[in-house]
């Protein structure tokens, strides 16, 4: 194994562990070394675990894990733990939105976030300034939905979230 090898491994309270893989790499079973979210090694005692090969999901890079990207399709492995790592990290940077192609994931942080409403971030959005692929907003729907209205493109907009979400 010249490369280290990195996989996302099932966990009860964290959903999901970054874990390097120290054993294993062509067997059934691997034994990984488990990581903080943001792949380094914990400070501390370094806790291994032995877990079946097909519970594991790869990790090419971990700079996805350092900077999760603003639409979920540039991932290079798009599954379950990839995406909801993802919307974490982002969520814990204040990032609340992120695409999906033409689809906008927001994350409600039942609080304010000082600098994603603003005029300025308005208007960023309005004179097309900001695009909804590298930086995911409300606004960049609104306005993308306001260009296809002008130039007479069809066009549907489905809001959907918890009830009594607004």
Not at 119 to 139: C, L, T
Request: glycine residues 8%.
């Amino acid at each position: 194994m010249s490369e280290k090898s990195y996989c996302y491994i099932p966990d009860e309270s964290r959903i999901q562990i970054v874990c390097e893989i120290t054993k294993g790499v062509d067997t059934d079973e691997f034994t990984v070394l488990l990581l903080d979210d943001e792949g380094k090694k914990n400070k501390g005692a370094a806790e291994t675990r032995i877990i079946a090969a097909d519970k594991t999901f790869p990790i090419d890079s971990l700079h996805e894990i350092t900077h999760p990207p603003s639409d979920l399709i540039q991932l290079t492995n798009v599954h379950g733990p990839a995406i909801l790592n993802t919307l974490r990290s982002r969520f814990q940077q204040d990032r609340i939105y992120t695409s999906i192609g033409p689809i906008l994931i927001a994350c409600n942080p039942f609080r304010w976030i000082k600098g994603v409403y603003e005029k300025e971030v308005i208007m960023a959005y309005f004179h097309g300034e900001r695009n909804q692929s590298e930086h995911p907003h409300v606004f960049a729907m609104a306005h993308d939905s306001l260009m296809g209205l002008q130039f007479g493109k069809n066009q549907s907009l489905i809001i959907s979230g918890e009830s009594g979400a607004g």
